[in-house]
């Protein structure tokens, strides 16, 4: 038997977390993962490789971008004959086996040459001398691509995880969606319901906003309507770091990015809605 691949992490709560906050958004997803070491075909550059899952949500309103390094897992080996090996994976279920986790220290996920249909994740306690093995079906997977080009934004916000948390279930009280708008040096957060209208303004302090000007147009303001339900669902994440960023332009699908622990990143992308 030789493993195709074969990974560890200690992070097994951050990962649960991500895979939770997933599981609203997502049913089965495609998990494609790349060499140790990937290089640029167009600049001859040595790239980190690992694990990254591009998805779009069925209606076609959010894009689930994660990345997980393959320098910040304990182990990664990839042992495959090709630069990619796509695996599809039904959420839920993967979800039903990391719940199964309590005071585990590790995580490996397998996959061997003797069965590539199967994905073999061990959960590990040392202390308690305790292992759970889980062989989890795997699906069929289209291996559909999303290039994303690259976008400038004009501002980049950085503010606590549990701020944005908050703002969000306090204006999902009396509001289904939400403006955000942001200039230099303050955030606008606005909304309209039964009860009237709602508005919180948030400049920058220590600890909490910070907003850098990308650009040489230090007086541009830029806002997008978005639906709380979904902004909601991504606050799941709220526990991996306690700063996240937002990146946002005009006419254009908001970016909320979270640092899962040291391991890597989830960016979720949500188109606006209508004015």
Not at 3 to 9: A, F, N, P, S
Not at 126 to 139: A, D, I, R, V
Not at 180 to 186: A, D, G, L, R, Y
Request: charged share 25%; proline share 2%; hydrophobic share 40%.
């Amino acid at each position: 038997m030789v493993y195709i691949l074969e990974l560890k992490t200690s992070h097994i709560v951050a990962i649960k977390i991500v895979i939770d906050a997933i599981s609203s958004l997502l049913t089965d997803a495609r998990f494609d993962f790349y060499p140790y070491h990937i290089k640029d075909e167009s600049t001859d550059d040595i790239k980190i490789g690992g694990l990254i899952l591009k998805e779009v949500t069925k209606t076609a309103k959010i894009l689930v971008h994660l990345k997980i390094d393959a320098d910040k897992l304990d182990i990664y080996n990839y042992n495959y004959d090709k630069n990619k090996l796509s695996i599809g994976i039904d959420i839920n279920n993967l979800l039903k086996c990391l719940k199964c986790m309590s005071h585990f220290d590790n995580m490996t996920w397998i996959i061997d040459d003797t069965d590539i249909n199967k994905l073999l994740i061990i959960l590990e306690s040392y202390e308690k001398k305790e292992k759970k093995t889980f062989k989890l079906n795997l699906l069929d997977c289209v291996d559909d691509t999303y290039d994303i080009a690259p976008i400038e934004f004009p501002y980049l916000i950085t503010l606590p995880s549990h701020d944005f948390q908050k703002y969000c279930k306090d204006m999902a009280t009396s509001s289904d969606k939400i403006e955000i708008k942001v200039t230099s040096n303050k955030l606008y957060l606005s909304g309209k319901g039964e009860l009237g209208q709602i508005e919180f303004e948030v400049g920058e302090s220590n600890n909490g906003l910070s907003i850098i000007s990308t650009s040489s147009n230090t007086n541009e303001i830029v806002q997008g309507l978005f639906e709380l339900k979904f902004l909601l669902i991504f606050t799941k994440c709220t526990n991996l770091c306690n700063q996240l960023t937002i990146y946002l332009k005009n006419d254009y699908p908001i970016i909320v990015s979270y640092q899962i622990y040291t391991i890597g990143e989830i960016k979720l992308i949500l188109s606006p809605s209508k004015y």
